[in-house]
Every structure is written in structure tokens, then in C-alpha cells.
């Protein structure tokens, strides 16, 4: 399966997509020996370069996920290199292979303590983007105390040249003499932004060191220029702080940690299924429950019931399903053929018959059973691992930047094939009934980005974002 360029490179931890596109186009990233230009898409044979350093990409499984703690000193800076040659923050932290290290926000020069950082570039940006909020705690040594006026100031909001800006708290936490320190927060990150507040109310801060951000909190015990890893739950912490759901964790939990397990497939037969799985072609699946309910009333849920109906009479029942001709004459081909194969009276035992690509063979060739209507009864009626592609799944995928929408149904089905257990029909089943969850309450024609748990994983949602211009941190 290929994928966008810059998608591949912004895995590797080497920055954004945005700016894993600029790298694109100013010739720094070689593909087969050839400059990659934009819009070009990969796969696992080919061999991509950066800054003539090959990426070795063992396969398509995400690197791990890792989030770094560093407890910065005063002067150094955070950037990659210096013209003039002075310590930045990258000149301790352990090498990544073929990945690297990229900090969440920054720390001026002379402000010490704790600074995040990540191989993941879009959790990177997902934690400094505004929308997060995420809240900065600094203790801040000011020369002088700070007035009840100034105080009010600070709260209510200061202008400066980019606009004005506010301390979320601000408490007085000890000092004397000319030094007092005090606790400051607040929920963006410009530049200078906490020195240049105090100044703008006439204070100098003297020594800032920043405490926590967000939910991550700096060890008492880790010294001045060591770093630690954040612990299993200290990362999901913070990962649950943005709503970031880790790439690393299988599409079905993704999409299960924001809706629960499923109910799936709403039946209480596999015939059932099987007629539900013809009925639900085009159509809402409240219009194919009516139907349903028309046929149990008439006691024709059966192969045999059915096959003794008049075409006429089966129309009428199959009425609230829309299509219901065409329908009637799909559904009374599906009871002709389980009767032909001898499974009128238990149409489960279809599976034992013959292998599940023979089978689905044999139930493309009867008369209105597509591709996902054959999947969808190998899989909820017979209990066969086959993945169901439909609308849902397609809208998906390609929102998310997983799927072209040009691949064919075939190529979609192993595409998400590739990625799931050999054999496991719970997956299959759970993921499916997840997509569709997500595909009725997010993914919609019209989608509801905002809210969506995939809204930090999408393709689609962040190029809504790009478009909105959000402020650069
Ligand atoms: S973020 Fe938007 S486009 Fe992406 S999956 Fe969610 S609803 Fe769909």
C-alpha cells in the first residue's frame, strides 16, 4: 500500500506534514535516488532519503511513541544549531534512529526547567496548537512585589505587541527582601510572553522556571540538565489531555476508547442477517428493521416461508426497504440458492460446505449479492474473517489520508486486511460496527471534525485546520 510522502516522514518524527511538504519542495527529501517532488506517495520498497541520510523504514509499524521530560538549564537554546556556536537542548538527549527528537513549544535562552519533547511530530503540534489549551505553570522570581493592581492587571489582561495576554493564576508563593517568587499559568505559549507581561506592568522577572505543562509535571528529583522518559500512564495522561489517540494503537481501539464495545450485527438468526444484509442496500437500516418486522409478523422468516410467498405478497412486506422490487427478487435468488445448496432449514451451515473464497464465489454469482453484501453475510452470518467494506469504511479511510478514493473494492479490502489479526472475526466484527458508529455520529457528508477521536489522526481535519490558519505558538 502506498502513502503521501510527507505522511511517511512526519511518522519518522522528522516534523509536521506542513513542514515535511516544505521539505519536499525545497529538494531535500530524495526518493529512489530521484528529488521527490509534491504529492508523491510511497511505499515500503522505496528508499527515501533526507538530507542525503537514508530513512530506514523496517515496515509500515509505527515507531513508538515517546515522549521526553527535560529539565533545561539557563543558556541553552532550543533549536537544532547555533550560528554562534552556543549549547542547545538537543546536545544531551539520546540519539533516535532514523528519527528525531522534536520539542513541544520552546524555552527562551535564559528560562530553565521543564521542556518537553517527541519523535511524533503531530503530537508535537497537537499539544501547542491553542485549540489544546494546554496550561503552562512557571515560577517566576520577580525583582519587587508584585501590587494588588498589578495583580489585577496581569488577570484581566495586558496589551502587547502581538496582542494582549493574561496570566490564568497568579499567587505569591514566598521570598523577601527584593526577590519574591510567585506561581504564574497560562494557556499559550508566545514568545518571552511571561517576562515580557511583568514588564509591561513595570517588573523584572529575574529567574523563570517553567513547572508543568499541562498534565506533566517536573520530578522533583531530576536535575538540571537530565532528562527521564514519560512512564506508560504519565504519556496516555497526556496523550487523553488533547483527546490524541497514539497512532501505534490499532484502528478498532481508537475508535472503541470513544465509543465502547459494539452491538453488532442486530439479528436474531443468521438468516436474518442474511436478509437484512440484502435489505440494507441503499436504504437507512431503520427502513430494513420494518421490513424485518413485517416478515416475522407474517412468520416468513424463513427460506422456507419465504419461497412460498407470492412475489406480490413478499413485495409488500419488503415495501418499507425501499427498492423493495428489486429487493423481492434479490431476496427470493438468496432463498433459491441456500435451498439449492440444502441449507433451506439452517443456512449457517452454508461455511461447512466449502472453503470461505469459494463460498463467496458461489453468493457473488446469485442475482443482486454484491461484494459487501457477500461480506457482510460471510462475516456476521457464517462467522467467516472477512473484513466489509462499505460507505462508511471508504468516507473513512480516505478522510483519514488512509485510502485513495480510486482503489477498488478488492484493493480496499486488503488494504485494511493487511493491518488486521489473520483470522480473527471479532476484529473484523468490532471494527466494522466502529466505523460505522463513527461514520453516523462524525464522519457524516457533512463531518463534525471538532469533535471527532480521530480528529488529531486526520488527513482531512487537518487541512480544515491549515485553512483556518491557527496561531503559531
Ligand atoms: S476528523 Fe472529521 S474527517 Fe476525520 S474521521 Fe473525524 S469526522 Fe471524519
Request: net charge neutral.
Amino acid at each position: 500500500m502506498d502513502e503521501k510522502l510527507q505522511k511517511v516522514l512526519a511518522r519518522f518524527g522528522l516534523g509536521s506534514r506542513r513542514l515535511m511538504e516544505e521539505w519536499i519542495a525545497a529538494g531535500r527529501v530524495v526518493v529512489n535516488g530521484q528529488p521527490a517532488k509534491l504529492g508523491d506517495r510511497v511505499t515500503a520498497q522505496d528508499k527515501i532519503a533526507v538530507d542525503g541520510a537514508v530513512l530506514r523504514i523496517p515496515s509500515w509499524v509505527r515507531p513508538r511513541l515517546r515522549v521526553l521530560r527535560y529539565h533545561k538549564p539557563a543558556g541553552e537554546l532550543t533549536t537544532r544549531s547555533d550560528p554562534e556556536g552556543r549549547p542547545t537542548v538537543f546536545d544531551r538527549l539520546p540519539r533516535l534512529r532514523g528519527s528525531r527528537w522534536i520539542t513541544i513549544g520552546r524555552l527562551d535562552f535564559n528560562t530553565e526547567g521543564l521542556l518537553l519533547l517527541t519523535n511524533d511530530g503531530d503530537l508535537a503540534n497537537a499539544l501547542m496548537h491553542p485549540r489544546a489549551g494546554i496550561e503552562r505553570e512557571y515560577a517566576v522570581r520577580v525583582m519587587g512585589v508584585v501590587s494588588p493592581e498589578q495583580q489585577a492587571s496581569l488577570l484581566q489582561g495586558v496589551p502587547l505587541e502581538d496582542g494582549e495576554a493574561r496570566f490564568a493564576t497568579l499567587q505569591e508563593t514566598g521570598g523577601e527582601g527584593l526577590n519574591r517568587w510567585y506561581h504564574v499559568t497560562l494557556t499559550e505559549g508566545r514568545n518571552r510572553e511571561v517576562r515580557r507581561l511583568f514588564e509591561a506592568v513595570g517588573l523584572t522577572v529575574s529567574r523563570l522556571i517553567r513547572v508543568r505543562y499541562g498534565v506533566v509535571e517536573m520530578p522533583r528529583l531530576l536535575k538540571t540538565g537530565y532528562f527521564d522518559e514519560l512512564s506508560d500512564e504519565e504519556r496516555e495522561a497526556l496523550l487523553a489531555s488533547v483527546q490524541w489517540v497514539n497512532p501505534a494503537t490499532p484502528p478498532s481501539d481508537q475508535v472503541e476508547a470513544a465509543f465502547g464495545p459494539q452491538e453488532w450485527w442486530p439479528a436474531q438468526s443468521p438468516f436474518e442477517v442474511m436478509v437484512g444484509a440484502v435489505l440494507t442496500q441503499n436504504t437507512a437500516w431503520r427502513n430494513v428493521e420494518k421490513a424485518i418486522a413485517n416478515l416475522r409478523a407474517a412468520n416468513a422468516l424463513s427460506v422456507a416461508a419465504i419461497l412460498t410467498l407470492s412475489e406480490s405478497d413478499l413485495a409488500e412486506l419488503l415495501r418499507p426497504s425501499g427498492f423493495y422490487r428489486i429487493k423481492t427478487k434479490r431476496l427470493l435468488a438468496l432463498c433459491r440458492f441456500l435451498k439449492a445448496r440444502g441449507v433451506d432449514a439452517a443456512p449457517e451451515q452454508l461455511a461447512q460446505q466449502v472453503a470461505g473464497p469459494e463460498l463467496r464465489r458461489d453468493l457473488l454469482a446469485v442475482h443482486g449479492v454484491g461484494e459487501e453484501t457477500a461480506d457482510s453475510i460471510l462475516l456476521y452470518a457464517l462467522d467467516l474473517p472477512v473484513m466489509v467494506v462499505d460507505a462508511y469504511t471508504r468516507r473513512i479511510g480516505g478522510r483519514l489520508g488512509l485510502l485513495d478514493d480510486h482503489l477498488s473494492y478488492t484493493e480496499v479490502q486488503a488494504a485494511i486486511e493487511a493491518e488486521l489479526e489473520p483470522g480473527d472475526v471479532a476484529m473484523r466484527n468490532a471494527l466494522h460496527a466502529l466505523l460505522v458508529s463513527l461514520g453516523k455520529d462524525y464522519c457524516r457528508p457533512r463531518p463534525r471534525c471538532d469533535t471527532c477521536p480521530l480528529h488529531t489522526h486526520c488527513a482531512y481535519a487537518a487541512g480544515q485546520d491549515r485553512h483556518r490558519q491557527p496561531e503559531q505558538p
